[in-house]
Structure formats: structure tokens, C-alpha cells
């Protein structure tokens, strides 16, 4: 199969175990969402996938190839990965730290292609102005929509972020939902984003993937994967889903009905 697979992946922090068995598909040129309640262990796969964690068992594997044994220079090549947060060095500018997701690519000096790669991210996240800026001198949403820079100027073929749009103001969390959506269906990259918010992930995602104690509870199409009976399981809250034509909706119950409102367009 083309795409990304996760089969039979077990992860502890010392006794304590994370992941027990975890395995997910996620075909070529899809953007999937990976939910669950705090602490359930959606960073923890994102770094096993990013190579940071060395899972005690189970295989990550990217168009058949076998992304925890590859060489760390071609497994860079073919997936970025967006952190929570980084401790990039503060003195870099913009255009310094979005130039590191060439690393993996590039030569001695940097070629017209890796300037352009490096361009093309800066203006896709309305980074242009701020370019020669340091990123101490940048606020706490600038400085994450450059780590999203600097993941697609690495031009991979899997595209991860945890919680990319935390820091993020609404317009920007929108924006960068579009981006990431727009890149799986123009480049083919395959995204997988873990995210809080539901009804975002019902949006924009095109799979969504339910990770609770430790397994994966539910995975598919946002309007099939959420069940109102499993999601108040999972979160410990009483929700309700209503759907509307491939639309879906999730709200707490404690809040009541919405209003009939039709949905804002369709897709990003
Ligand atoms: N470095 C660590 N050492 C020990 N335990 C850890 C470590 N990092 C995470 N954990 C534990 O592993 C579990 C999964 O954490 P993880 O960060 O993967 O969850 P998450 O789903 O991403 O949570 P959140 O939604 O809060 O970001 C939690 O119980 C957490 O306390």
C-alpha cells in the first residue's frame, strides 16, 4: 500500500505504558487527525513516527520502506515533523531557521531550489515581512507557524504536527488547517496532525483517528469514526454529534442545541 502504516506499536515511559499495540493506516496524500484526551498518547506516536522515541515493539513504514531502520538522512527526507514547541536557537532569523528543513537535502551552500523551497514556506504561513527577524523577537504564534515553515520547506513526503494551531489565533488556526489540507491534495503529502479540536478535525481532516487507553478506539471519515455513545467514553462528557450531508458536528451536551445554521462551505 502507498501511504503511511503504524502496525502493532507498544510504547512505555519505564512501567508505564503508553501505546499498547497501536496500528493505523493513513493512505498517500490524506490528512488525518489524531485525537484523544490529554495524556492518551498522541504526541508520544507523533515522535515514534519522528524518530525521537524508539518504540519497545511494532513497524512505521512509508511506501513499504521501513521508516525505523532507515538511515536518519533519508528518513529526514521523507518525513518533518512539527513540535508542540521548540527550543530552536534564538538567535537564528526567519529565513535561518525555515533554511534548516533543508538540512536533510542539501549540499555545502544552499541551491536556488532550497531558497525557493525556503521562499515558497515563508509566504505560504504570511511570514515575509518578518523574515529578517530573530526569533526571540518573535510572539508565541509567529514563532510556531515558522516551525510549520520550516517542515514544508523540508518538502517530505509525511507532513507530522502535534498540536500545531495551540498557540494559534483563530484566522491563523483556519489558515493553517487550509495549508496543511491544501498540501495533501496538491503535493500529496500524507499529514497526520494531532488536535483537540473535534469539530476542526471534522472539517478539514479526511480520517480521524481515536486513540484512548492506550489502543486506537475508533478510525475513519470524521462523520463515521465519531459516535457520540464512544466519544462521551472516551472524553468522560456527554456530547452529542449531529450530522449534516458529510459535515459533522460535536458539542458537549451540557451546552444544549444548536440553532438550525447551515454549514459554512464546503471543504478547505
Ligand atoms: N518523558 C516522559 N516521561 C514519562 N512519562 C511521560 C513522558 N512524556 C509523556 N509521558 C506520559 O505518557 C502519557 C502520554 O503522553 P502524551 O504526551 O503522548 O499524550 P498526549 O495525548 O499527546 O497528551 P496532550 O493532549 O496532553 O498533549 C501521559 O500519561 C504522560 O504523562
Known sequence: ???????????????H????GVGLTVAEGTFCALLG?????????????????????GKVSFDGRDLLRTPR??????????????????????????MLGRTPHMGLRPTAHDQAAVDGAIGRL??????????S??????????LIARALAQEP????????????????QIETLQIVRSVTREQGVTALIAIHDLN??????????????????????????????????????????????????????VLGDTAAVAPQGGGA
Not at 523577537?137 to 507557524?145: D, I, P, T, V, Y
Not at 513526503?157 to 491563523?172: F, H, K
Open 1 to 15: 500500500m502507498s501511504g503511511l502504516e503504524v502496525s502493532a506499536v507498544e510504547f512505555g515511559y519505564r512501567r
Open 17 to 20: 505504558r503508553v501505546l499498547d
Open 37 to 57: 484526551p490529554n495524556g492518551s498518547g498522541k504526541s508520544t506516536l507523533t515522535k515514534i513516527i519522528a524518530r525521537i522515541l524508539a518504540p519497545q515493539a
Open 73 to 98: 538522512r533519508e528518513h529526514a527526507k521523507v518525513v518533518s515533523y512539527v513540535p508542540q514547541s521548540s527550543e530552536a536557537p534564538f538567535e537564528l532569523t526567519v529565513q535561518e531557521a525555515v
Open 126 to 135: 504570511g511570514l515575509a515581512e518578518l523574515g529578517e527577524r530573530r526569533l
Open 137 to 146: 523577537e518573535l510572539s508565541g504564534g509567529q514563532a510556531q507557524r515558522v
Open 157 to 172: 513526503r509525511v507532513l507530522l504536527l502535534d498540536e500545531p494551531t495551540s498557540a494559534l489565533d483563530l484566522r491563523y
Open 200 to 253: 476542526h478535525a471534522a472539517h478539514f481532516c479526511d480520517q480521524a483517528v481515536l486513540l484512548s487507553g492506550g489502543r486506537i478506539v475508533a478510525d475513519g471519515p470524521p462523520a463515521e469514526a465519531f459516535d457520540a455513545d464512544v466519544l462521551g467514553e472516551v472524553y468522560g462528557l456527554e456530547v452529542r454529534v449531529e450530522r449534516r450531508g458529510a459535515d459533522v458536528e460535536v458539542r458537549p451536551a
